[in-house]
């Protein structure tokens, strides 16, 4: 069915007819406004003045805010303007006050602290009072310190025998001990100056020894005083007699041997010299 | 507008009952087969014609005659039937058997029974449009009034009313074309 149909199809829609009493139902219900009621419509209607009150009313209530506000405004802003005339005038005044008394607190910090600065002097003064007599004081207790120096030192108690002197012992012994180094330096000095030169002859004294000797002023000399030489007992011994004694200490009673061993002699060794040279017998 | 509806709406203003009698006889019967094809009864229609009368006489002093007493008489009773609508909550399309006896009651306008027949099926497909396209059918082809008049008496432009009427007519176009599922 096209368009043109359908349009044709639904203005041909069928009306149902109204009910027989309506027309007179409406009728009946007709309530149109009165004549004389239109007339005052209308007379009030032109009443400007009326219909215009309400607006009227508004506007001049609108405008008396708007003056009494704009009043306020005005007295705030006057108000303001004094309030802010008063604090500059109560700002003036109270810096004039601070200035006024500004000089007598200076004064009287002046006046405090030139007090303070003679107490302090009168102060100064006592102590150099007390000083002085002090200083007169220092000769008679130099004196009195000399004097008790010397009962301390008569008090002191004397020290320990050398025998009994644990530390004394323990230093010989050290001492012996370094000692037995040195002859065993010398002692192999001599043989490689021996073979230097071409012998089996070791050295007639110390002296040629000191080319092959690191340190030969402390080698030379035995380490407990440092002063006491080595002494050569069989100078230009050969070295076919490894047991001949080349070099002896004095002090600590040591001894080399031509075949460069060191021995520390006790009591019961002593030595004995044939055809020159020294050996050790018991 | 014609003059004698103008002098009667004047003379109506006037407070002339004669003439608000005549205009009743005039249009009561379209205002009440609106209603009725709207409501789906005939008390609802009587009902809501007696309000709509009543705010004619009520709101007559406002009308200013820029559009026609007709057509302003319907934009009346498109918002009584609004309202009613608002306040019922309710959408009573005609029933198959108001629409027979409407055909029955008046054999005229259709040439033969298919066109009836055609004619039964297309005025039920209009209730099933939505509001829009169902206030521009009911207006423009049930109660004859022009798109301008259409336009008019539900406050909408000329233009909306000339889409709703196309988009109604090839809605119901598909309908119709549809396979009926029952017979």
């Given amino acids: 069915m096209n368009t043109e149909a359908i349009e044709k199809l639904l203005r041909k829609a069928p009306h149902n007819t109204a009910p027989a009493g309506l027309r007179n139902t409406l009728k009946s219900d007709i309530d149109l406004p009165s004549a004389s009621a239109r007339t005052l419509e209308h007379r009030e209607s032109g009443s400007w003045l009326r219909r215009w009150i309400p607006a009227l009313g508004f506007a001049v209530w609108f405008l008396g805010c708007v003056i009494v506000l704009g009043v306020q405004a005005s007295r705030i802003a006057e108000l303001k303007e004094r309030a802010r005339a008063s604090e500059a005038a109560r700002r003036a005044s109270a810096s004039l006050l601070t200035g006024a008394n500004e000089t007598p607190s200076a004064s009287t910090t002046e006046i405090e602290q030139l007090r303070k600065d003679l107490a302090d002097l009168a102060r100064l003064r006592g102590e150099v009072e007390r000083l002085r007599a002090e200083l007169a004081e220092l000769p008679k207790l130099q004196t009195e310190n000399a004097q008790l120096r010397l009962t301390l030192k008569a008090q002191v108690p004397p020290g320990p025998k050398p025998e009994e002197d644990y530390f004394a012992q323990q230093q010989g012994r050290a001492a012996r001990i370094v000692c037995v180094n040195h002859l065993k330096q010398l002692c192999l000095a001599a043989r490689i100056w021996a073979n230097d030169s071409k012998s089996d002859a070791l050295p007639k004294n110390v002296e040629s020894l000191k080319p092959y000797l690191k340190s030969a002023e402390k080698m030379l000399f035995c380490p407990s005083d440092g002063t006491t030489p080595y002494q050569v007992l069989s100078p230009g011994a050969s070295e076919n007699h490894p047991l001949v004694v080349f070099v002896r200490c004095t002090i600590h009673n040591n001894v080399g041997l031509v075949d460069g061993s060191v021995q520390q002699l006790s009591p019961s060794h002593k030595l004995v010299q044939r055809d020159a040279e020294w050996f050790i017998e018991r | ?183």
């Fill in chain 2, 1 to 183: 507008m014609s003059d004698d509806v103008k002098n009667l709406v004047e003379r109506a203003k006037s407070g002339d009952r004669s003439a608000a009698s005549q205009l009743i006889t005039e249009f009561y019967e379209r205002i009440f087969a609106y209603f009725r094809r709207r409501c789906g009864n005939d008390e609802d229609a009587a009902d809501l014609t007696q309000k709509t009368f009543c705010k004619v006489w009520t709101s007559l002093k406002n009308y200013d005659q820029r559009s026609s007493f007709n057509t302003w008489l319907h934009s009346i009773a498109h918002h009584v039937y609004v309202d009613w609508r608002r306040v019922n909550h309710r959408l009573d399309p005609q029933s198959d058997e108001w629409w027979d006896a409407c055909i029955a009651d008046e054999p005229g306008p259709f040439e033969n029974a298919a066109e009836g027949e055609a004619a039964h099926q297309l005025y039920r497909a209009v209730e099933q449009l939505n509001d829009e396209q169902r206030d521009i059918v009911h207006l423009h082809y049930y109660q004859s009034l022009s798109i301008q008049e259409t336009a008019d008496a539900l406050s909408i432009a000329t233009s909306t009313v000339k889409c709703r009427l196309r988009n109604a007519l090839t809605a119901l176009q598909g309908r119709l074309t549809e396979p009926k599922l029952h017979v």
